[in-house]
């Protein structure tokens, strides 16, 4: 991903790594797999991690985050509503209740954790542990 | 409309499914585009009441000022962008969806009034009311 510097190539590329990444087994070895709602990338900023889900139509007051130890839940119910005596054309939109968690391969720090949510998208900040990070050892 | 009816019907709609995943469809446009990216189709519901029509789209991810709406044509066209400068530095280590720009086109009848369009962003859902035009609203025809 050093390649963000063109802003005319960095989509493209953006793009490429995160199909390059689909499929990638880094999830594998967790109770969480793929084809839960709601559908996360999961990205390294640094020593920290974040995890942004695509909940478009979903409240803020429907949606729920927990975090215990290393794995972090996601819950809510999603809404889809017509007003009363309308004719529906088309429906693709789906409604439905949500319940997901992934685990994470470092220990995060709870306390850290922040979640933002703009635009039907949900981003959780989580730091690492303190007790995750590397340490540098002085060769004597 | 009651509160009521209107909680009652949200309930029915939402079912207590679960939610599942669908890969997002990449779209297939007639014309090419000249800003890099790949763009997705939004899922679309459309409904219609007495007096309009209501297109609800789903783009997540899409900030108001990113959204671009034009009538021409009879044709309504929805663009929104995403701005990927918010993953600059980010390192994607796993992931299950890719991310794009959005954009749909819609053809409308004579029935829409074309100069009350309005259009509400919300949860990354957008939705736009298209009034239909006084000709094309229901009458009720009295029996003399």
Known sequence: MALLMDPFD???????????????????????????????????????????AEVAGVKKSDLDVQ?????????????????????????ERLAGKFDRAVTMPVDINPD????????????????RAESEKPKSIKVA | M???????RETTMAEKQELSVREKKELVAKEEKTIPGRYYVPYADIHETDDALAVVL?????????????????????????????????????????????ARSFTLSNKVDREKISANLEDGV????????KHAQPRKIAIG
């Open chain 2, 58 to 102: 789903e783009m997540p991810g899409v900030e108001k000022k990113d959204l671009d709406i034009a009538l021409e044509n009879d044709v309504l066209r929805v663009d929104g962008q995403i701005d990927f400068t918010k993953y600059k530095d980010m390192e994607p280590v796993y992931t299950e969806y890719n991310v794009g720009h959005y």
């Open chain 2, 126 to 133: 957008l939705t736009l009311t298209l009034p239909k035009a």
């Open chain 1, 10 to 52: 960095a989509l493209t590329s953006f793009q490429q790594a995160l199909d390059a990444y689909r499929t990638s087994g880094w999830l594998d070895s967790s109770v969480s797999g793929g084809g839960a709602y709601p559908p996360v990338n999961v990205f390294r900023k640094g020593d920290d991690f974040i995890i942004i």
């Open chain 2, 2 to 8: 009651s509160a009521q009816q209107r909680t009652k």
């Open chain 1, 67 to 91: 975090v215990k130890g290393r794995t972090i839940r996601l819950t809510g119910a999603k809404t889809v509503s017509y007003p009363d005596k309308s004719a529906l054309h088309r429906r």
């Open chain 1, 112 to 127: 850290g954790v922040k979640a933002e949510y703009r635009d039907g998208v949900l981003a959780l900040f989580l730091p």
